[in-house]
């Protein structure tokens, strides 16, 4: 079989990604994102003229993406995307004609990009969402949202793409907890959740927020990330290495709600009494059970099992699919049996062991603890 990309394209660094790019534009209906522009900006001349004339091989199906690429992008991606409309036109395939432009009033302000972080330990998140007025002024909205208070933090205001740009290099580079672009329509949706929450909690939303909230009236709620309908028990059991990973190294039960497990775990492990090995091992199981089946009743285990959900989507978004599995395969699984669960049972004990720390003083309780930081950045 031979491939419809010339030989110019094979195997060019960024061209997997290009097609992959044109090909979601198109399943758009020609809707082509920035992060999609620069991917295919970033190809050399002869690549970029190669992946567009073979895109273009799928006739009309190719018009709507190459002609929203002949008016936006870099010059060489405009520029490639014109002859690929020259080739189409002469083969007698072009674009119906457009009908006679109205006078219009600017598009209204909308959402044109956004951003997420991971999840920390306390179930919280930064958001960042650009909304353009359709005049060319950008506005970025800047929140912080927890799983369990709502929205915590808002600030933001006007910015220029220049300093966007540069605010965002500056950001992955400091920040300890990944950070990708996601669709504008599910960061409204995770907005709404949390305003659903308040409602739910008969609080309000910072008043910073005020500024903002009319911009996510309306909003419909996120659908939640799918998992598995049967989760893969060898997955499961080595869930226990997404501890390993930096950015879950604040997961773990709230010590302050196993502080009297922490202790009687330190008195188990500090009796005089000559007991076995076994025997010691088996009451602090006991423990570690009683505090999974008490923390982890509905409620919590859901939030628990949206927090893994979610995580699996980060690790998706920045090429790392073994994580996301063991995460997706963990959230699953989390649904039946949390006692059995070795990850929720490895939380249980981080967070024991944590509590133990505070009660003999090695660690103050405000520095670990996980309810969410009002105001600022989600905890690493």
């Given at each position: 079989?031979?491939s419809?990309?010339?030989a110019?394209?094979?195997?060019?660094?960024?061209?997997?990604?290009?097609?992959?790019?044109?090909?979601?534009?198109?399943?758009?209906?020609?809707?082509?994102?920035?992060?999609?522009?620069?991917?295919?900006?970033?190809?050399?001349?002869?690549?970029?003229?190669?992946?567009?004339?073979?895109f273009?091989?799928?006739?009309?199906?190719a018009?709507?993406?190459?002609?929203?690429?002949?008016?936006?992008?870099?010059r060489?991606?405009?520029?490639?995307?014109?002859?690929?409309?020259?080739?189409?036109?002469?083969?007698g395939?072009?674009?119906?004609?457009?009908?006679?432009?109205?006078?219009?009033?600017?598009?209204?302000?909308?959402?044109?990009?956004?951003?997420?972080?991971?999840?920390?330990?306390?179930?919280?998140?930064?958001?960042?969402?650009?909304?353009?007025?359709?005049?060319?002024?950008?506005?970025?909205?800047?929140?912080?949202?927890?799983?369990?208070?709502?929205?915590?933090?808002?600030?933001?205001?006007?910015?220029?793409?220049?300093?966007?740009?540069?605010?965002?290099?500056?950001?992955r580079?400091?920040?300890?907890?990944?950070?990708?672009?996601?669709e504008?329509?599910?960061?409204?949706?995770?907005?709404?959740?949390?305003?659903?929450?308040?409602?739910?909690?008969?609080?309000?939303?910072?008043?910073?927020?005020?500024?903002?909230?009319?911009?996510?009236?309306?909003?419909?709620?996120?659908?939640?990330?799918?998992?598995?309908?049967?989760?893969?028990p060898?997955?499961?059991?080595?869930?226990?290495?997404?501890?390993?990973?930096?950015?879950?190294a604040?997961?773990?039960?709230?010590?302050?709600?196993?502080?009297?497990?922490?202790?009687?775990?330190?008195?188990?492990?500090?009796?005089?009494?000559?007991?076995?090995?076994?025997?010691?091992?088996?009451?602090?199981?006991?423990?570690?059970?009683?505090v999974?089946?008490?923390?982890?009743?509905?409620a919590?285990?859901?939030?628990?099992?949206?927090?893994?959900?979610?995580?699996?989507?980060?690790?998706?978004?920045?090429?790392?699919?073994?994580?996301?599995?063991?995460?997706?395969?963990?959230?699953?699984?989390?649904?039946?049996?949390?006692?059995?669960?070795?990850?929720a049972?490895?939380?249980?004990?981080?967070?024991?062991?944590?509590?133990?720390?505070?009660?003999?003083?090695?660690?103050?309780?405000?520095?670990?603890?996980?309810?969410?930081?009002?105001?600022?950045?989600?905890?690493?």
């Open positions: 079989m031979t419809s990309v010339p110019s394209g094979q195997g060019a660094p960024g061209a997997d990604r290009a097609r992959a790019a044109l090909d979601a534009a198109a399943g758009r209906g020609g809707e082509i994102l920035p992060s999609e522009l620069d991917v295919l900006a970033a190809l050399d001349p002869e690549t970029l003229d190669g992946t567009l004339r073979a273009a091989a799928r006739g009309a199906d018009l709507p993406v190459l002609a929203a690429l002949a008016e936006s992008g870099e060489a991606v405009r520029r490639a995307a014109r002859r690929a409309l020259y080739r189409l036109a002469q083969r395939v072009v674009p119906p004609p457009a009908a006679p432009r109205p006078v219009v009033a600017p598009r209204a302000e909308h959402a044109a990009r956004a951003w997420l972080s991971g999840i920390d330990g306390s179930g919280s998140r930064a958001t960042w969402i650009l909304f353009e007025d359709g005049r060319g002024g950008s506005t970025l909205c800047s929140l912080i949202l927890s799983d369990t208070a709502g929205i915590v933090d808002a600030a933001g205001g006007a910015i220029s793409k220049r300093r966007l740009a540069r605010e965002l290099g500056e950001l580079a400091s920040q300890k907890l990944p950070w990708v672009e996601t504008p329509a599910r960061a409204l949706g995770l907005v709404a959740e949390a305003l659903r929450l308040h409602e739910a909690l008969g609080t309000a939303p910072p008043a910073a927020f005020a500024r903002w909230r009319q911009r996510f009236e309306g909003a419909p709620p996120a659908t939640p990330p799918a998992l598995p309908a049967e989760a893969d060898t997955l499961v059991e080595r869930s226990l290495e997404l501890l390993e990973l930096p950015e879950l604040g997961w773990f039960l709230d010590p302050e709600s196993v502080q009297a497990d922490a202790l009687a775990l330190l008195e188990a492990r500090e009796s005089r009494l000559v007991v076995s090995d076994a025997v010691k091992a088996e009451r602090e199981e006991a423990i570690v059970s009683r999974v089946e008490r923390e982890l009743d509905a919590p285990r859901h939030r628990w099992q949206r927090r893994l959900a979610e995580m699996a989507l980060i690790f998706e978004a920045t090429g790392r699919p073994e994580p996301a599995r063991l995460a997706a395969a963990a959230a699953a699984a989390l649904e039946r049996d949390p006692a059995r669960h070795p990850l049972r490895a939380l249980a004990r981080r967070g024991l062991e944590v509590a133990g720390e505070v009660a003999v003083g090695r660690l103050a309780a405000a520095d670990v603890s996980r309810k969410p930081a009002v105001p600022g950045s989600p905890r690493p």
